[in-house]
């Protein structure tokens, strides 16, 4: 009976996230009332001493990335630079490959720290023009923005500064660098496999006489790329974090050593930080804090009219965010203490593999969340000292698992409930009838591209 509570609680999580329910209000819902379900007099000491203790705990961390990376994509949409980005990749890549210049440009975005929610809007114009242009069918354009923008550069290539690449950190002690050839083959993977049925799926269309189409919904108007800012500026603040993320990961533990001590004369004791818990989250937000100085400084006359509605909305987004997967940080951490996810447990450790088993079991949750961060969370809340432990026992390095994590939680996450996905069927027009196939197949590669990733480990030791 326990077990079946726990599935109880994860299949309503499931039902809410499809049906658009809040998962701020329907996370601790689900859990309490598996609680109920199990130990009646629970609820309000496992509400308040275990959800909450843990959903303040995942703020606490991992809010600022939230806030500032969401500052920062705002400021790069306001400014125009996201539009010359995709101006240049198209002027160098050529109009006439249009899927790949979209998921080049859409991969560029989100590498250099913009959410995949600002770039599904600055790319979708741009999409639609080459697209009607090339006279390629436009439900294709979901899957191929899917490709450039929530696979590898999310949670595949090392240093990425997506939330994806950086809640692992905390957990294994490593940086935003992990396993960065391990991550770079992943990548490859994808980009190469995704690319090639998007160009068979082209082909077929085609050959059936489907074009672009007619009597479509939500089509954007022509782009004015007249007077946008140059290129070579808009690109430096994505260089700039790039650059600053790899560096702080190396100056960080320099300075503070393996730990700090800070005694302020307010201060009743002294507050100890273990460094090596926080290096990738310092380094990511010292990047995007230099980020969105460098946009603020040479963008100002562009964005200042419109920075205290456009700042206003970022926090807003973050906020949203950051809740949203807190809320499933504590849903885990509450599943994890019920009897009946030990029978989980059990299962899976019928999985001798420690990578497959980590793979499985944090593909599976974001699928039923709908959420990469969100079903990581869950997973390394309720069983991160277990895939530790095992990794070790197997003489399995902590980044190698970090990587595998990592794109495990951007496998299955994209089933047709994830908000992401059903923000880019709205922008685009389109239906999951029409469109979601593609963004499924992405899903498929995705989640085979971690199952590449452990083999090249096991057969070239690669790290």
Request: proline share 5%; net charge neutral.
């Amino acid at each position: 009976m326990s077990f079946i509570v726990v599935l109880l609680a994860l299949f309503f999580l499931m039902l809410a996230a499809y049906r658009g329910y809040s998962v701020i209000l329907m996370a601790p819902l689900a859990a309490l009332g598996a609680v109920l379900l199990t130990e009646p007099s629970a609820v309000a000491p496992a509400f308040s001493g275990l959800f909450m203790d843990k959903m303040v705990g995942f703020i606490k961390l991992y809010f600022p990335v939230f806030l500032l990376g969401s500052v920062f994509g705002k400021l790069v949409e306001m400014s125009g630079f996201s539009k010359s980005i995709v101006a240049a990749v198209i002027r160098f890549i050529g109009e006439k490959r249009a899927i790949a210049v979209i998921v080049a440009v859409c991969a560029l975005l989100t590498y250099g720290g913009v959410s995949l929610f600002v770039v599904v809007f600055a790319v979708y114009p741009f999409a639609a023009e080459l697209f009607r242009q090339s006279n390629i069918p436009k439900r294709l354009i979901p899957g191929t923005v899917a490709l450039g923008a929530f696979s590898f550069t999310m949670d595949a290539l090392p240093g990425t500064p997506q939330i994806q690449n950086i809640i692992p950190t905390t957990f294994f002690k490593t940086t935003a660098w992990a396993a960065p050839a391990l991550g770079i083959c992943g990548a490859v993977f994808i980009t190469l496999v995704g690319l090639a049925y998007l160009e068979w799926r082209r082909r077929s269309l085609m050959a059936k006489g489907e074009g672009y189409g007619t009597d479509l919904r939500n089509e954007p108007e022509h782009v004015d790329t007249s007077s946008l800012p140059s290129p070579w500026l808009a690109i430096a603040p994505l260089l700039l974090i790039g650059i600053s993320n790899f560096a702080f990961t190396r100056w960080i533990p320099a300075w503070y050593g393996s730990s700090h001590e800070l005694q302020l004369a307010g201060m009743a004791k002294p507050v100890t930080t273990q460094i090596s818990t926080v290096t990738a989250i310092w380094s990511v937000e010292a990047a995007l804090l230099l980020g969105i100085a460098f946009v603020a400084l040479t963008a100002w006359p562009a964005i200042k009219e419109r920075f205290a509605e456009g700042s206003k909305g970022a926090i807003a987004g973050a906020m949203l965010a950051a809740m949203n997967t807190a809320s499933e940080y504590g849903f885990g951490a509450v599943i994890a203490a019920l009897p009946g996810f030990m029978v989980i447990g059990h299962a899976l450790q019928s999985i001798p593999n420690p990578l497959v088993n980590a793979a499985v079991t944090v593909s599976t949750l974001a699928g039923v969340t709908g959420s990469a961060s969100g079903g990581m969370s869950i997973a390394l809340a309720a069983m991160g000292e277990q895939f530790i432990s095992a990794s070790q026992a197997a003489g399995i390095p902590l980044e190698v698992l970090h990587r595998v994590v990592a794109m495990a939680s951007g496998g299955m996450d994209t089933l047709p409930h994830n908000g992401a996905v059903i923000t880019l069927l709205a922008v685009t027009g389109l239906t999951h009838r029409e469109a979601y196939r593609d963004i499924f197949a992405v899903t498929l590669i995705k989640t085979l591209a971690v199952f590449f990733v452990i083999s090249v480990f096991y057969l070239t030791a690669l790290v």
